[in-house]
């Protein structure tokens, strides 16, 4: 994930509203994407469906960079968005937090 | 058989049973039989601060069981007291009258506890803290009822007990009568620290304090100081040294300095009696330590069964403080009071670090470690081989490359003489021929081939390192059921450790005894234990738990949830229809179902929904979503049935109220069936009560999902009353014994009935009565959580982040 001048980043809301160690459904245009909270001003942004069963991935569990699936447990991989031991992947976004807003590159998923 | 000499062994402790084993490895021509004045096997003395604590329970320290005596042939005698020795005759008198004659004598008769001259120490609430029945004392009057507790004697043994008696929910005084604590171990500086450490966890440290009297009428309630102070207490222990018990050496005619005077060879000043370990004086000096104990029980094996040859030349005194969260290690000599001792020394305030070493004509002579006593091994070897140490003294304090803690190659890095454990005095190369020679395959192979890490356990890891490392693949694994790999404690030790360190949260638990992330399996499941060991009075953490819990609704595959709300006993009302109607039409509820629990199940519910739905239905949640108690199923009962013996509607009605709300290991669903027609399928729950002509069956462990289980009964009660509290005592014993995600069907197939009803309904009124207050305490706790509509616990719980799709963004980084 290559962020340059160019690139278009947009405020999704601040901090505090992002419990930690969960995730939180962000809509934007057609995009449906989880944006996660890890603790310690760390939060990644992953598309929200997923790949086994289209399960909600905002809704899973938070382990340490790692989201389980609420439906089936599928183990995702909160920085790279790839499957853990497991076939599939969903698309990343780079996340940034300046002064306590949280802000989402969504054009550069990858 | 006759030919065999009889060799009796006074004193049934660390001492004598580890010189037996000595002897008994070199096959003696001996009967033996062993005089144990406490009314139980061999226990590991030390570890007696331990089951203060609450860290290991009594089982786990007893070093011979029953078989181990009966194996090697050797007559047990418990509770059997020697009280006089006829050295002429070689007989023994004990207190029940009985002589014994002995060939051989082996004196291990140990220390006593000095208990200085202070009024009022009969007093009730005073105890000392010595054996297995002082402990069990203590911890039963800490059981009964908390309060403040005063200890006298700040030395290893009084530090030891304040932490347990902290960990048992005492207010904890030290009263030492010196200007600092383990006088004896540390410097006025190591005090200082010392001091601070204890202060630190809320133990009160009074120093310079000579204690006058102990109050109180029967019971006693303060301690008086000869300054005229005066603190409360309502117990009070004393820890101010132990003597050398020397009475039988006295009577038998030994020579009895402060112990029984034995020379190199551990031989007394009468040929066919020994003596060993604390009891004994050797060189001047008497020891009150386990090392010492192992040497000269090996020597003393020697020149008893005829190989009269190895010595025993003394010991390096070295001290190892066993406190939760405190490290301390002292030996040899620390007071630089000769101009040729020379020290290092280090402080580290905000870590609470402090190491001095003392050397002397260039070999290190003494050394006090507090904080860190990561190398105290190291300086201990070097003390005891009296080697040169190297010019460089901050490579001495500070060993270079610096050792990474943890990491396999470490201890392997060491030479093969040093020492691994410091209590028995193993060495790394004894260890070592243990797994090369020996076989041995597991730590506790190693265990009893070696005696390391059988004394305050503290050197189990490192054992373990050097079996890793020289076993490697052939290690065998003990398969203890662990709650997870990311916390791998079994459920039980977690509840323990959950209680002893005072964790209240799922996130605490992990950082200071997990990986500090855990995962999908065990975050619930410590978020159920935690909730269950504090009885509620937890600190809840919502990223713990799974979604349902967070949303109080069941995920479905669509991502929608489902709403269940709580009908007690499975009845209704026009009103309540009327109402979940309403919403259902108010909300487009795509479905509406009765379930197989007598209620109604509102289906395909959107997230940002709930909230207002719950607020509309003004209900209480079902619960339909948790491992927790789901409902109780009903069936008509006298209220309408012709068949009916028993009123089961409000009966059921009455047990869901009682039990709703509260978390399980896994889902518990309840039946109440007004007859043995069984309409509402009571034999196929987890609870079920099965009315009877005059009475009521109270049946456990049934099943009618995945698996199908009939129900054991639990047992046969007159009234509705004690059929609930056998229903209470079952599920809060399951609460707190099952394992996480086990159904009852399981649990009690694990454990049997016999079991079950031997810890409940037939335990005793004390532990019956803990359950029940616990579920009480627990149940007053319970809050409705769709009350959350009103308060949710964060402002995002039940909504997502939407932008308008013309939000402007920002180009390039914000930052």
Redo the contacts between chains.
């Keep these: 994930m290559n962020t340059t001048e160019q690139t278009k980043w947009y405020l999704i809301s601040e901090t505090h509203l992002f419990p930690e160690r969960e995730g939180k459904r962000v809509h934007f245009k057609d995009y449906d994407i989880a944006v996660f909270n890890l603790g310690n001003g760390r939060f990644r942004a992953i598309d929200n469906t997923c790949p086994h069963k289209q399960g909600p991935l905002a809704d899973g569990i938070v382990a340490g960079e790692n989201v389980f699936c609420p439906l089936h447990a599928l183990k995702i991989d909160l920085g790279s968005g790839c499957a853990v031991e497991a076939n599939g992947k969903v698309r990343s976004y780079p996340v940034q937090v300046y002064n306590a807003k949280v802000y989402v590159a969504f054009d550069e998923g990858e | 058989m006759s030919d065999k000499k009889h060799l009796v062994v006074v004193g049934n402790g660390m001492a004598g049973m580890a010189c037996l084993s000595n002897i008994l490895k070199r096959q003696p021509n001996f009967v033996v039989t062993v005089l144990s004045e406490e009314p139980y096997c061999n226990y590991n003395r030390i570890l007696l601060s331990s089951v203060l604590s609450g860290e290991k329970p009594e089982e786990d320290i007893y070093i011979n069981t029953e078989e181990w005596y009966e194996k090697n042939n050797i007559c047990l005698r418990l509770g059997t007291k020697a009280v006089d020795i006829n050295a002429k005759t070689q007989n023994i008198i004990c207190q029940d009258g009985s002589l014994v004659h002995y060939d051989k004598l082996l004196i291990a008769t140990g220390s006593d506890p000095f208990i200085p001259p202070i009024d009022g120490v009969k007093k009730r609430g005073v105890y000392t803290f010595r054996n297995l029945a002082d402990t069990r004392a203590i911890l039963e009057q800490c059981r009964a009822k908390t309060g403040r507790a005063v200890v006298i004697g700040g030395g290893l043994l009084g530090l030891e007990a304040a932490r347990g008696l902290l960990n048992q929910g005492m207010k904890v005084s030290v009263v030492h009568i010196m200007d600092r604590l383990m006088e004896r171990q540390v410097d006025e500086k190591g005090g200082w620290f010392l001091k601070r450490e204890f202060e630190k966890m809320g133990i009160d440290v009074l120093l310079k304090r000579s204690t006058a009297r102990i109050m109180g009428d029967k019971d006693v309630d303060g301690v008086l100081f000869k300054d005229g102070e005066i603190i409360g207490a309502d117990m009070v222990v004393v820890a101010c040294g132990i003597r050398p018990n020397v009475a039988l050496g006295k009577k038998a005619g030994l020579q009895v300095n402060r112990g029984i005077v034995v020379n190199d060879y551990m031989e007394t000043n009468n040929p066919d009696i020994f003596a060993v370990g604390e009891c004994v004086e050797h060189r001047g000096m008497v020891y009150g330590l386990v090392a010492p104990l192992w040497d000269q029980g090996k020597v003393l094996a020697a020149t008893i069964t005829g190989d009269k040859g190895p010595t025993y030349e003394g010991s390096v005194l070295a001290t190892k403080l066993k406190v939760m969260g405190i490290e301390l290690f002292s030996a040899g000599e620390f007071m630089p009071e000769e101009p040729e001792k020379e020290v290092v020394a280090y402080e580290d305030h905000a870590f609470g670090i402090y190491k001095k070493l003392v050397v002397k004509n260039e070999r290190l002579v003494g050394a006090i470690l507090i904080g860190d006593s990561s190398d105290a091994n190291r300086f201990l070897d070097m003390i005891r081989k009296n080697e040169r140490v190297s010019g460089d003294r901050h490579r001495l304090l500070f060993e270079t490359p610096p050792a990474v803690p943890g990491s396999p190659t470490d201890v392997m890095s060491k030479p093969d003489t040093e020492t691994i454990c410091g209590c028995i005095g193993v060495s790394k190369g004894q260890i070592v021929s243990a797994i090369r020679e020996d076989g041995c395959r597991s730590v506790q192979d190693i265990k009893k081939c070696t005696k390391a890490s059988t004394g305050c356990g503290t050197c189990t890891g490192l054992v373990e390192q050097i079996l890793r490392a020289v076993a490697g693949s052939e290690v065998e694994e003990v398969k203890e059921k662990v709650v997870c790999e ?1 916390i791998p404690f079994p459920k039980e030790k977690l509840r323990n450790i959950i209680k002893t360190q005072n964790l209240k949260s799922v ?1 605490d638990v992990l950082e200071v005894y997990g990986n ?5 399996a065990c ?2 499941a410590l978020g159920f234990i935690v909730d269950e060991v504090w009885c509620g009075d937890h600190e809840e ?7 349902n819990d ?1 949303v109080h609704a069941n ?1 479905q ?3 929608t949830f489902s709403v269940i709300p709580r009908m007690r006993g499975g009845v209704t009302s026009p009103a309540q229809l009327r109402k979940i109607a309403d919403v259902a039409e108010k909300y487009k509820v795509p479905m509406v179902k009765v379930t197989g629990s007598q209620r109604i199940d509102l289906l395909g519910v959107k997230k940002e929904d709930l909230p207002k739905m719950w607020a509309d239905l003004d209900m209480t949640s079902g619960y339909a979503y948790a491992k927790a108690v789901r409902m109780v199923k009903s069936c008509v009962g006298t209220d309408f049935c012709r068949f009916g013996t028993q009123n089961s509607i409000q009966t059921g009605i009455d047990l869901e109220t009682a039990l709703e709300g509260l978390h399980t290991p896994a889902k518990v669903k309840l039946g109440v069936v007004g007859c043995p027609r069984n309409c509402a399928e009571a034999t196929v729950k987890d609870i079920g009560l099965v009315g009877i002509e005059g009475g009521w069956q109270v049946v456990i462990g049934g099943a009618a999902g995945k698996t199908v289980r009939a129900a054991d009964i639990l047992l046969v009660v007159e009234t509705k009353e004690q059929a609930f509290e056998a229903a209470f005592l079952f599920f809060q014993y399951y609460r707190e014994n099952g394992e996480y995600l086990e159904r009852t069907y399981d649990f009690v197939e694990r454990l049997g009935l016999e079991k079950i009803r031997q810890e409940t309904i037939l335990a005793s009124d004390e532990k019956k009565r803990g359950l029940l207050e616990r579920l009480k305490k627990s149940k007053s706790k319970v809050v409705n959580p769709w009350n959350e509509h009103k308060k949710p616990v ?4 039940f909504d ?4 308008p ?1 013309d ?1 402007e ?7």
């Excluded at chain 2, 953490?541 to 979604?547: E, M, T, V, W």
């Excluded at chain 2, 963004?809 to 930052?815: E, F, K, N, R, V």
């Design positions: 990311c996130q500090g992330t855990g995962c999908l975050k619930p953490q919502r990223s713990a738990r799974f979604i967070r995920i595959r669509d991502g964060h402002p995002m719980q997502d982040f939407v932008l799709k939000k963004a920002l180009i390039g980084s914000p930052s």
